[in-house]
């Protein structure tokens, strides 16, 4: 059966010399010869039923109902067939045969009930990774960039909890580890699945201008926004790194004493191997390390990022030139090519014929390869000499190609147009900053000056956004407005308003006047920390 090639018993050597370490790889590969076997949709079915239960024991009869219970087509198997499926899954390592003791009443139900198999350890992950690769392995997988935070704040926590005066309380950094390698482990296995996704779509080269536009806005808008935030949080994450370094060897001790877990098993079975949770043991802290950080000078896994981003933005670039060479035929034709074939396939021979001549152009050679006149009928027996002379184009003629000569256009260069798109951006933003410098200079008194026309459609602006952001809450039988706000950090200016009855505030600009009733405005600057909650520089209420 294939994949019996895959695994040798113990007593056989394998070809050549092989290590011990060798020996274990080769059999531990050999769980996945039932996934490529003629039969490997009856043995996933199988897989399937014993990794339903934990701490399956199930003979050939619980089996088949399970089987027969999914509905599934590998139900009519007979007891015999199924016994060997079981039994080959035994020799690859998938299943175990069961130590449990069997109570029967009768000869044949103890023939039927003393083979019993149970779920190894290597079958059920080789199952599971396999049920998930069926389920997903086509998706896109979004990359989890939100965890980079909490792995970011993770690890500041840790970091003050191993400085602490005295150390920290096992207990708590235990939970606090666990929680940091979960969500990382989360992030870098989404990272992975998005840019083998990206990578198997980019090496495509018949992409049509709708699916182009499509992994265009991705590149342009998901992946700089995954790139511009590894990047922003990566040295903040290794300068934690490098603080919880020193104190980690203590603190990895502290836990192991405080809760050892299956640690002991390992010391007093030296020959049970212990696969410890992430975290615990000093090789997964290097891990995220070299994740974020280059320490031995191959490169971290952010430089990588960093560089496939690089290289799926240069596969966007050559679709784009290959659709603009599309109008020389110099495009992929895959797609239409296929769907040709297609029609040939279903095709009858003259049909054939046709759909040839029809694609490709390939008329008979009295014409030479040039189409004849649509209007004129010219039958096949119609001889060279009689029929009607086709015009044949002079490159053609003398060069047997279609291509055009000469020298290609050269590219419009649009650096004037440029500088003077900056140069008119530079205008209107200075122009804005000198309006809001002419607000904060007339706040407190703008029913005594006049204001330009630009401050005064600055200070409308900014109404319009704080009365559009403010709240209304009902007082009694009336209306009141709540404090309304609109600011520009990058002019530093920001605008307050408020209800207050009986008042009028007269605005006056070169335009017109313009009177708020009921309303006290109040305008401030600002500065970056003041955006952020801190108290205002400075704050005057207009004059009403």
Known sequence: ??????????????????????????????????????????????????????????????????????????????????????????????????????????????????????????????????DEVLAGAD??????????????????????????????????????????????????????????????????????????????????????????????????????????????????????????GLGSLSDALPETRVQRSRGRELADWEGMRDWFADSDGHGSQVDQLRDATMRALQSLLANAKRMLRSASGEMSRRKDLLRLAAWFDAAEPDEAHDIAVAAFGLYGARHLGVAPDPDLSVPAYVSWWNGPVVDVPVALRERGSRAPRGRSAAIEDHAEQKRRLMEQAREQAAARHAAAAELRSASGRFDQVRLGSAAMRLLLELLTTALGNAQLHKDGDDFQLGTAQAGDVDLGIRLTAWRTPGRHTLLRSADGDLTADDLTLAVESITESTSQGAPATTAEEASA
């Not at 092989?18 to 003629?38: H, I, M, N, V």
């Not at 139900?75 to 130590?99: M, P």
């Not at 998901?222 to 104190?247: C, G, K, N």
């Open 139 to 260: 998706a896109a997988r979004e990359v989890s960039s939100e965890l980079l935070t909490l792995v970011d704040r993770g690890l500041k926590e840790i970091a003050a909890l191993a400085a602490a005066p005295g150390g920290t309380e096992p207990q708590q950094a235990l939970e606090k580890i666990s929680t940091l390698f979960a969500q990382f482990a989360e992030f870098a296995e989404s990272v992975r699945d998005f840019y083998a996704y990206l990578g198997q779509v980019l090496a495509r080269y018949d992409l049509d201008g709708a699916e182009y536009q499509g992994f265009k806005e991705l590149l342009l808008d998901y992946v700089q926004a995954i790139t511009e935030d590894v990047s922003f949080r990566a040295p903040r994450i290794a300068a934690h790194l490098r603080a919880i370094w020193p104190h980690l060897p203590a603190l990895l001790s502290r836990i192991d004493a405080h809760a050892s």
């Open 1 to 130: 059966m294939v994949g019996d090639e895959l695994r040798q018993e113990p007593h056989d050597e394998p070809p050549g010399e092989e290590s011990e370490s060798d020996s274990g790889t080769w059999q531990r590969l050999s769980a996945y010869a039932y996934l490529s076997a003629p039969e490997r949709l009856e043995y996933v079915a199988v897989m399937r039923v014993f990794c339903g239960t934990l701490l399956a024991d199930l003979a050939v009869p619980d089996v088949l109902g399970k089987l027969e219970q999914a509905g599934h087509p590998a139900a009519a198997l007979g007891a015999e067939t199924l016994t060997a499926r079981l039994e080959q899954l035994v020799r690859w390592g998938n299943l175990l045969r069961s130590t449990h003791t069997v109570t029967a009443t009768s000869i044949a139900e103890y023939q039927r009930s003393r083979s019993r198999y149970q779920l190894s350890k290597l079958g059920e992950r080789v199952q599971r990774d396999a």
